[in-house]
């Protein structure tokens, strides 16, 4: 059919003087899907850039230029002969030894026990999850006034015959003190990530077990903890790394003390920008505590394969 049938010629207005609408461009599905996941992901972007790479970036240029503008590594000289943050690298690690290994073995242990069919299972289950839906600045707070010479702790203690504990003022103990703190929070969270894991754990591999004659701990070394490795590892590298960064019950409690028992690299930082005002120093130690975290974090990878 041509033009000469009766059709009007594209552009000229049809019969009562209305014009044919222009045509749309035609999209795929998929570069529909693009353009949308592309807006919903731009705003996470865009955070991302200004609270982590233009920071970082920023510590970069702070840690190695001196204030004439030129490359140096003076600050790190002077960060690294100060001994006060070298004994916070100290403090730091040895936290982490002792709460990483603590909160996972007893998340783990906790996420076998509330798979069982024990009567209330969901009531324990809330009850250790409740402390994730608290604010860390109200928990250690909480923390604070239970562990006061004079607070709740010690009253129950002396009730049974046990002398005052100085929980947050002895320096032998208050970095444990902040282990208790930072496990109220992080037992629970850990362990839903483990519980999970056992749960997909088919059952008929405990049936056949059983049948065997395997008791409850070779079941438990010999099924549970390879079917869950990739969980332990995600949880073992996550809860190394929050426990690097852990701030908030170290300032609230003790910030720092006493006699710097409990200064973590953290809190050092925080100190040397905001207290001190030397924000070169504290950039450096920025950086040096992200490098720690890289390496430990590749240790873990290289020494736990998270394979089947």
């Known amino acids: 059919m041509t033009q000469s049938d009766g059709l009007p010629a594209p552009g000229r207005p049809l019969a009562g003087g209305a014009r044919r609408a222009p045509r749309r461009p035609h999209l795929s599905a998929r570069t529909r899907v693009g353009v949308a996941a592309t807006g919903f992901l731009l705003p996470a972007v865009a955070l991302l850039v200004v609270l982590r790479v233009v920071p970082l970036v920023r510590a970069g240029s702070d840690a190695f230029t001196s204030r004439s503008g030129a490359l140096t590594l003076t600050v790190f000289e002077n960060l690294f002969g100060d001994p006060d943050f ?15 290994p603590f909160q996972i073995g007893l998340a783990l242990l906790l996420a076998v026990v509330l798979v069982q069919h024990i009567p209330l299972v969901g009531v324990w289950r809330a009850l250790i999850l409740l402390p994730i839906a608290i604010p860390q600045t109200v928990s250690a707070i909480v923390w604070g006034v239970l562990m006061r010479p004079d607070g709740p702790l010690n009253a129950i203690l002396g009730a049974v015959g046990i002398e005052p504990v100085p929980w947050l003022i002895s320096p032998d103990l208050a970095l444990f003190s902040i282990v208790i703190v930072a496990s109220w929070v992080g037992v629970g969270y850990w362990m839903t990530f483990l519980v999970a894991g056992i749960k997909d754990i088919p059952p008929s591999l405990f049936e056949a077990a059983e049948l065997d004659g395997a008791t409850g701990v070779q079941r438990f070394f010999r099924i549970t903890l390879p079917s869950i490795r990739r969980q332990l590892l995600f949880v073992l590298v996550a809860d190394s790394v929050a ?7 170290v300032r609230i409690l003790t910030r720092g003390g006493p006699q710097g028992s409990t200064n973590t690299i953290m809190n050092n930082i925080f100190e040397r920008a905001y207290l001190f005002g030397n924000y070169p ?7 040096v505590l992200i490098v720690i975290v890289i390496a430990v974090v590749g240790l873990q990878f290289r020494l736990l394969p998270g394979r089947e």
Do not use: C, M, Q
């Not at 426990?243 to 019950?249: A, S």
């Open 281 to 287: 120093s504290a950039a450096a130690a920025t950086l």
């Open 86 to 100: 070298l004994n916070t690298l100290k403090v730091t690690l040895l936290f982490s030894l002792i709460v990483n």
């Open 243 to 249: 426990n690097f960064l852990l701030f908030v019950p």
